[in-house]
């Protein structure tokens, strides 16, 4: 593994790309020596909404990116492998081709980013996308809570990938983040990395259940330092889930991390994100806190399951003029 | 037209503009020329001149504007004068429901009045949608509730009487709520004139409160240049100005109105400071600074434009900023994505231009992003200097536009020391997530407002307003209404009170040279009363002597004829003894006791003493006595109750209002009542931790020097009072004139008071003169909450919390 040096950072500039965060060593005074002011933060992320806005043909092109940017997700008790073909099969033709004409955007083929389901669907939906070149994701690690043996959830990670899943997206032991037990929150992301592979690694925060926002940061640099590819913010199940200070902060302790070591890690904001509107001020967030590089499937993604089909909606209200209904878009 | 594909690439901010259309039609409604609102009525007056006003993002002309004149405002004045009485007869809840109205009718046309505001001043309309018209809103809506509340909770109050309002370009609607709300609600009637650039959100105002059904004459909106504002302020008939405006033009409605009797408001310029201390959120901070001086382009009176941070933070501050200026974006103030508007006009921008290309010369390091503005209209990028010291003009002067200065600094201690370092003292904000730092910074620094981690923050609940040449008097808030009212007791005593009838006794001394004197049968020891200057008894730098004569015209001693080189002293000394703003209430308190004991002490001394000298009987030198003890305990008894507030700003965060010092005031203390007057205007000064200038009656001053061994027996520590004897009037101007001196206090003449105004706007130092009137000094009327307030100026510091 390459250990880069720490320095400070001078102006940012523009680093060579590199495909994947191989992690570095725990850096504990950096992680200890964090400032985020709630108050402040959250205005800023209220001004996403308010400063900022696209229209017209600007929107329509933004919402055609916020489609491409979406594990299409379903991680329900009542899943089964025919809902999962179905998704599979949404995540293939995510916008009605007369939209997609009409729009002039046939040429851009358009599909989701990932499909995002449990273990025991991997293999559906890795044979439903075949040819596709769509990505399996797999959330593991007993997923949503985590609290399984630490050999049952390597050994899912390792089941997953070995059916064929891309991406692994674990959730991290919120107990650390609590105890403030950096170095055995560090081991355990390494450890899910190392089982992962080639597989790109998502780490689930569940922001929702750590204390503060000083925390999320924190939590974010190690995960990054353990070599995560991403940072997500939660499973869906927490009460509170992907909020916009959340993303704010993560999204400052990945520049904070990029300026350190040079590596670029993504963000999934997940759960919560259901209106067009939303998923708009996210990419708004992402494009003037990180750049236009995050807003690539290669380092950003929504986990979302709803937020499709407002998207098409207001697709279809950009080609027509007039306001359109669900029943009009093909459900998954 | 750009195709989706191409954007879905580039993935660039589009165009997203407001509609100009209905505010166009607005204009056209009134055939693209407006007359004033006066009297409840539209009026072209026949002749007058107009001038353009122009849209700053295009430099095309939007409407016409009449010019008014003197004869004008004579008009407007006259119409204010008959309706002042029928408002203020309205009662609470009777002005309560217009101003009520007014805040409904802002809401009802709150995007016209948004999209008019943006055509004509050129700010972004997200700034006029979301910012100042909801605080004009709220302006109304908040008065409405001081109006229904003034009954009771100012119950000695009445209203100053016909207010002359005159506001500024950069916030022209908000200004005018700050203005009009306070005034309206406790029962004045008001004449305004918004500034030349942007009068037509006044105009639109009028027509809505005229559709609201306010009454004829209540409010009247004249328009015109700086020469209308002239004649507005020099109107005798005008009881108050309000200004808001550029410190030189506080100087001069300063010196103008001098002598005039009109209460005066000034909120004026400013080179507020931005400090970046230890633990900060530097992230945050970098969004902090976008919203200290790049919000309104930098217009801001209370903008942000002096970073000052610590050492070791420099570095990755510069960097996080200059990435961040690279995502604002300039440009047309009606797309609903723009960051950074129009300056306001031509003169502004080469104001900028000029004062930027000076910061170069000078050796600062400038940054500006990457892509250019447009070249069209009023624009100019935001603007970082680096590698910047104090001594430059451009970390002094203020330049209202989108440039923000770097500095650094070494400790805490340094920080404050360069956050004073300015004439102005209007607002700072404070950054760390510390709060044991944040307020213990926050009390040192000179200035109206401090925003802890946040900045440009501002609600109808919190006074705003400066310190030292920012200007005085407060807007919003409980502490904003003190500048319309007067207390009722002070209406009741004026023009019947008249200044007591003064024989010269030095007239009589010679009449009484010619009698022969009974000779002592043993000489009295020599007592040489000198001056007293840092708690020690100074011989006059002149080396003269005045003598004191009593009542029938005899010598009774003499006094040292102070100068200005005493004064001098004196203040240098009273600065010294700035620890006193920091002893507790309650040690303050307990000197003022013990004053009070030590001269109850010698009671009988000083009874003699002022009935000898003053002709009065014995028993009324007793009372004299008597009261000034009295006295004295009450502001011991003020010293640890004169409390603030706690705001209720619709923010999560507490916003203290604290009063604090104003520091070190002069006091020219009356002829008559030589004990009592000084006790009356020293006792609440030193009570709230000023220092004070004495000038003691100059009838009487060895009342004053016999106190010497009270105070100095009485654990008032050097320098908190100091006493210069002599010439009144000659040592007040003095004092006024002095620019370390923060407030000046003179009861004498009319021509007296008139000087000390006029010199007072040098470094628009606080005033409080009683134009020549006399005052009731043993009556209730002359202590507590006026004097209080006079000695005292109040702080928001807004704290937000949260994790």
Redesign the interface.
Known sequence: MTQPTLAAPERPKPLPFTPRNPGVPLALDLVRDVHVNTSAVERRAASFGKRRTVKKEWQAAWLLRVVTLMDLTTLQGDDTAQRVRRLCAKARQPVRQDLLVALGAESLRIKVAAVCVYHEFVSTAVEALAGSGIPVAAVSTAFPHGLAPMSTKLAEIQASVAAGAEEIDIVISRRHVLEGNWPALYDEIRAYREACGDAHLKTILATGELPNLREVFRASLVCMMAGADFIKTSTGKESVNATLPFGLVMARAIRQYLELTGHRVGLKPAGGIRSAKDSLDWLGLMKEELGDAWLRPELFRFGASSLLTDVERQLEHAVTGRYSANHRHPMA | ????????E???????PESAKPALDWLLRHDGKFGLYVNGAWWHPKGAEHFATLNPATGKKLAEITQATAIEIDVAVKAARRAQPGWWALGGHGRARHLYALARAVQRHSRLLAVVETLDNGKPI?ESR?IDIPLVARHFYHHAGWAQLMDTEMPDAVPVGVVGQIIPWNFPLLMLAWKIAPALATGNTVVLKPAEFTSLTALLFAELAEEAGLPPGVLNIITGDGRTGAALVDHAGIDKIAFTGSTDVGRIIRTATAGSAKKLSLELGGKSPFLVLE??????VV??VVDAIWFNQGQVCCAGSRILVQEALA??L??KL??RME?LRVGDPLD??V?IGAIIAPVQLERIQKLVKQGEEEGAKLWQPSWSVPTEGCFYPPTLFTDVAPASVIAQEEIFGPVVVLLTFRSHAEAVELANNTRYGLAASIWT?NINLALDVAPKIKAGTVWV??TNVFDAASGFGGYRESGFGREGGREGLREYVKGAAAVRRSGAGKAPKWVDPAKKAAARAAAPQRPSASPRIDRTAKLFIGGKQARPDSGYSTPVYANDGRVVGEVGTGNRKDIRNAVEAAHKADGWARATAHSRAQVLYYLGENLSARAVEFSARIAEITGVSAKEGAAEVEASIRRLWTYAAWADKWDGHVHHTPY??VTLAMPEPIGVIGIACPREAPLLGFVSLVAPAIALGNAVVVVPSERAPLVATDLYQVIETSDVPAGVVNIITGLRDELAQVLAAHDDVEAMWYFGSLSGSAAVERLSAGNLKRTWVNYGKGQEWMDASSEGKVILDEATQIKNIWV????
């Open positions: 037209m750009t195709s989706i594909p191409e954007i879905f580039t993935m660039s901010w589009g165009p997203a997200r979301d633990g900060a959120d530097l992230d945050s969004e902090g570095a990755p510069i960097a200059r990435a995502t609903k994505a960051d997530d981690n946040c999560r965060n937000p919390y949260g994790e």
